[in-house]
């Protein structure tokens, strides 16, 4: 049904949603986009679905937005750019929306696009050797539909001490920002993920939902305004020198040419 994500369903009714991209260490394409989304939806309606878990296949968890899908984007014209970035700001929101608890589990790496997926988890929880970033800056551009959901998780303060920069940050450190509420060892990943899972099976569906909701209201407002902001923050973000220079630095294998002290 699905080409780059994989779910599974147990007797319990705990399903996990597997990003299956490992040769490209889980990059979001346009094809994982509207797979994400049609998975939340289809998650959302089944009412055997009690609990979601959020992993990776292979060494990463997500490496982020797929830089070949990006440079389509620079090449593209300006309403197949926005339709575009729309998908992507569409896919955080269903699983933001998702009336199911969402649990992260981070058995690797993740970057860029991949953080924002960590931030629209309930939990999550990652291995202690993995590596988190917001990267863009570092390729030209910014980290715009994910920033609210970012946000939201780390606080205004916390964020932009690596929301700009794009340093790459340890498990540690992504537990004393708020984007992690634990590290464990790799083999421990398994059980820390269960701890958060049981209690919930012993909690009326209904209720979960309705508290979720609850809990998202009364938090950073993320409404269609701020979305559709984001929205034209990364379109424009496309648009610039930075993002081609940067971008085509990325495919060269190359410093960009605004990089300097290194």
Partial sequence: MFETIE??????????????????????????????????AALAQDEAVRVVVLTGAGKSFCAGGDLG?????????RETRF???????????ALNTLPKPLIGALQGNAFGGGVGLASVCDVAI????????????RL?????????????RMGEARAR?????????????????????RAVPEDSLH???????????????????????LARSLGPRIDDAIIDATITALV???????????????????????ASGR
């Fill in 191 to 213: 059980d820390a993920v269960e701890a958060e899972v049981v209690p919930y099976l012993t909690c009326a569906p209904g209720a979960v939902a309705s508290a979720k909701a």
């Fill in 161 to 181: 001490r690596v929301f700009m920069s794009a340093r790459l940050f340890g498990a540690a450190e992504a537990v004393e920002l708020g984007l992690l509420a």
């Fill in 126 to 137: 990652g291995v202690e050797g993995l590596k988190m970033g917001l990267t863009e800056t």
């Fill in 7 to 40: 779910i599974s369903v147990d007797a319990r009714g705990v399903a996990s949603l597997t990003l299956n991209r490992p040769e490209k260490h889980n990059a979001m394409s346009g094809q994982m986009l509207a797979d994400l989304t049609a998975a939340a």
């Fill in 83 to 93: 339709t575009e970035a729309r998908k992507l700001a569409e896919m955080l929101q």
């Fill in 236 to 258: 424009e973000r496309w648009e610039t020198d930075e993002a081609l220079e940067g971008i085509a630095a990325f495919f060269e294998r190359r410093p960009a040419s605004f």
């Fill in 69 to 77: 899908w990006m440079q389509a984007q620079m090449a593209a014209n």
């Fill in 140 to 152: 030209g551009l910014i980290p715009a539909t994910i920033g609210p959901y970012v946000v939201a």
